[in-house]
């Protein structure tokens, strides 16, 4: 039981960081638009990371040195240009700002987070190198893996259901273009931190 709260208080401390797929997350929880499936997409391809992290697949950026560099850079550019469709989202105003009965639809929804997933450098590093190094240093690493996938469930349902709690908020049009700026700029952070190295 210790290895799997531990796997439990490490996955969920990594993954509470306001990042770009958080932030996704959270917006579809306000619109209310295909909340499950994104919260499913998030966590299960959490799952599928840390699995391959805990299971020894973080050497794999040891075997491919051209890896790292590559996600590094792909993820630079993407969260730059997600970033500044948010700043312009928040400039123009209008149609994002009604929560309820727009958006896209569901296979462009899904293609967008799982770009934010899996093109995300941040996500590797945290789900399979660092999870993967934690869980060497527990007895039972099969179980510190269901902690830290349980984590990535919990999390996921909870900031993308609970995100209707501040939907009171949001029916200001302020709140969406305040929203769209702090998206962009944790976009442009992440952008300018990994761009830094």
């Known amino acids: 039981m210790s290895s799997y709260l531990a796997g439990l208080g490490a ?3 990594l993954i509470v960081a306001i990042g770009s797929q958080n932030a996704f997350v959270l917006r579809q929880g306000l619109l209310g638009r295909h909340v499950l499936a994104v919260c499913l997409f998030c966590a299960a391809s959490d799952a599928a990371l840390i699995t391959l992290g805990v299971t020894g697949m973080a050497r794999l950026g040891g075997w491919l040195p051209w890896l790292v560099p590559a996600m590094r850079w792909g ?3 993407f969260l730059f240009c997600y970033g500044l ?3 312009r989202s928040a400039w123009r105003g209008g149609a994002a ?5 727009q958006g896209a639809a569901l296979s462009p929804t899904l293609a967008t ?3 934010l997933t899996w093109l995300n450098p941040h996500v590797w590093l945290d789900t399979v190198v660092l999870l993967g190094a934690i869980s060497a240093q527990w007895p039972n690493r099969a179980m510190f893996a ?5 984590g990535s469930f919990l999390f996921f349902f909870a900031l993308g259901y609970g995100a ?3 939907a009171p908020f949001f029916a200001r049009p302020r709140a969406w273009q ?3 700026v702090m998206v962009g700029a944790v976009m442009w952070v992440i952008a300018w931190r990994l761009a830094m190295g």
Do not use: N
């Open 146 to 150: 269901t902690g830290a996938i349980s």
């Open 85 to 87: 469709v948010s700043f």
């Open 178 to 180: 305040v929203l769209d």
């Open 97 to 101: 700002l009604r929560p309820h009965g």
């Open 75 to 77: 993820g630079v550019v």
């Open 11 to 13: 996955g969920l401390s």
């Open 113 to 115: 987070v799982a770009a």
């Open 164 to 166: 209707r709690l501040l």
